[in-house]
């Protein structure tokens, strides 16, 4: 058996309790909580069969909808009584089937949990229930002159206990760091019902650093009920650049170049000509140059004087990498215009086709062009659509395979289309995921990463927390039914020209 094989065999979820008596657990649930909070009917149910990734659909036996940190611990220790496996759902925003409910087991929904518990500006700091949404912490501190960095394409809808989980990015990752950059204290229920605390009010602790362990598990540790937030003080002066060019190559030029300069923008993008014809239709306006091969944003901050020299070093050396033209706004209303089509891509691309299948893998800056026309080509040899659309600052790309469900045999081509994507940017010396996580969708991807020993010793850390395997069962890590296959075929991959040459 090969070793990436065996490493699924060896290192899989244990198998959760599969004999459970959902009637019993539904009746002590509702003496646990109040009648709404417990969903058993399939129409209540049928909004939580997937979450952001939509092609695998598994509806759940059995939901709860806590409201507190003491219903949510109730809950727990009922499942722990019963053996009972868990899966915690926040907005349902993710893109890695995070939330999916493949196995037998309870899901626990903490969007009611969206209470801000305290607000502390004197030491910046915010204190937020999980299901609290990512853009109304910069809503409840804008006023005092501050805002939460870390903001998700999805900000306006996605919850800060997601963004734990998978220790979401954003466009403002390249300068100020993803989200476990940003928390600082974690309260936490454990699979067997006890409640901790993780980290501490400020940002350094002794110790070991079981915060940091906590962010980005995916649901395979716990439940945070409460989340302690880093703030920062909104910056002076801010100024976005738009540059279009006649290739991706001289877009990946220019963010090079301004990189090397020394110049550290808050967040740098990139289109692709596809991403910006759908944006300017759906928008009715030639937003970004319709001929446009890539257009890049460029977000500068800081003092006034800082951005003034930044911001004119940065048009430099986008005209010197073969910019046709660069825009540069400063009113907020004119920056808003400039980002109103990359925050509208993902729509815009949804509205010309029924379905997307969208990837995160990452890849070094230098390799940007190469991969990008990799991808290109594995797109025409699969016979499906991908724009790109990227943090071109730390090369976290996001190719969205294009296609039309009903199609016959698509889901398959999809499916091995994102892996081959994956496996070049593995291969380019980066990585499976940037932001939005392994959930069910790329755990078969991760002993292309991690040889045994490290699985082996993530679920030791894992099984610290839970020994038994009950939380989130099946995410995250290599699982024998269903893995073994899939890696096979990627090992099978036959990848264009370009990566070879990694």
């Known amino acids: 058996m090969p070793p990436s094989l065996a490493t699924l065999f060896c290192y899989g979820s244990k198998p959760v309790v599969q004999r459970i008596d959902w009637a019993e657990l539904e009746r002590r649930l509702r003496r646990l909580l109040p009648a709404k909070a417990v969903l058993s009917k399939r129409q209540e149910l049928l909004s939580y069969d997937c979450d952001g990734l939509t092609m695998d659909r598994h509806l759940p036996p059995l939901a709860v909808l806590p409201e507190s940190t003491e219903q949510v611990a109730a809950v727990l220790g009922l499942c722990h009584e019963l053996g009972v496996a868990f899966v915690a759902r926040g907005s349902g925003t993710g893109l890695s089937g995070g939330a999916l409910v493949e196995q037998p087991a309870l899901l626990v929904i903490t969007s009611r949990m969206r209470q801000v518990l305290a607000v502390d500006i004197d030491n910046q700091r915010i204190r937020v229930q999980p299901g609290v949404i990512n853009s109304w912490v910069t809503r409840a501190v804008s006023g005092a ?38 928390v600082l204290e974690l309260e936490v229920v454990l699979p067997d019902g006890t409640v901790t605390t993780l980290g501490g009010p400020l940002a350094e602790a002794p110790g070991l650093d079981l915060r940091g ?22 910056p002076e002066a801010v100024a976005v650049l738009l540059a279009d060019f006649s290739s991706m190559e001289a877009a990946g030029e220019a963010v090079r170049a301004i990189t090397a300069a020394g110049v550290l923008p808050a967040g740098m993008e990139i289109m692709d000509n596809f991403t910006i014809r759908a944006v300017d239709a759906m928008l009715e306006q030639e937003l970004y140059p319709s001929d446009a091969a890539a257009a890049l944003l460029i977000e500068l901050d800081g003092s006034g004087r800082e951005v003034a020299v930044a911001a004119e070093l940065s048009e430099r050396l986008c005209r010197q990498a073969g910019a046709r033209q660069v825009q540069q706004a400063v009113a907020p209303e004119d920056r808003a215009r400039l980002w109103l089509g990359r925050k509208s891509a993902i729509s815009a691309l949804g509205r010309m086709y029924p379905s997307y299948y969208l990837q995160d893998g990452v890849v070094p800056r230098s390799a940007l062009p190469r991969v990008l026309a990799a991808i290109a080509e594995l797109s025409e040899q699969h016979g499906l659509p991908v724009a790109n659309v990227f943090h071109a600052g730390d090369g976290n790309l996001h190719p969205l395979i294009l296609y039309n469900a009903s199609e016959a045999g698509v889901k398959q081509r999809v499916k091995e289309l994102g892996a081959a994507i994956l496996r070049l940017c593995v291969d380019a010396g980066g990585s499976i995921s940037g932001e939005h996580g392994i959930g069910a969708d790329k755990r078969c991807f ?57």
């Not at 998700?152 to 990015?169: K, M």
């Not at 980005?216 to 003080?233: K, M, N, P, Q, V």
């Not at 894992?462 to 890696?487: H, I, M, W, Y």
Request: glycine letters at 10%; one cysteine or more.
């Open 213 to 234: 362990v906590f962010i980005g598990s995916e649901g395979t540790l716990g439940i945070t009920t409460a989340i302690t937030l880093r703030l920062l003080r909104e």
């Open 446 to 502: 991760m002993d292309w990463m991690f040889n045994a020993d490290d699985l082996e010793t993530m679920q030791l850390v894992r099984r610290a927390f839970d020994p038994d395997q009950r939380a989130n069962p099946g995410k995250l890590f290599p699982t024998p039914v269903g893995c073994a296959e899939s890696s096979r075929r990627a090992q099978q991959l036959e990848l264009p020209a370009q990566v070879k040459a990694f």
């Open 145 to 182: 002159g501050f805002y939460y960095a870390p903001d998700p394409s999805s900000q306006v809808v996605c919850s800060v206990g997601g963004n734990v989980a998978e220790n979401s990015g954003g466009v403002h990752c390249l300068k100020y760091g993803v989200t476990s950059n940003h």
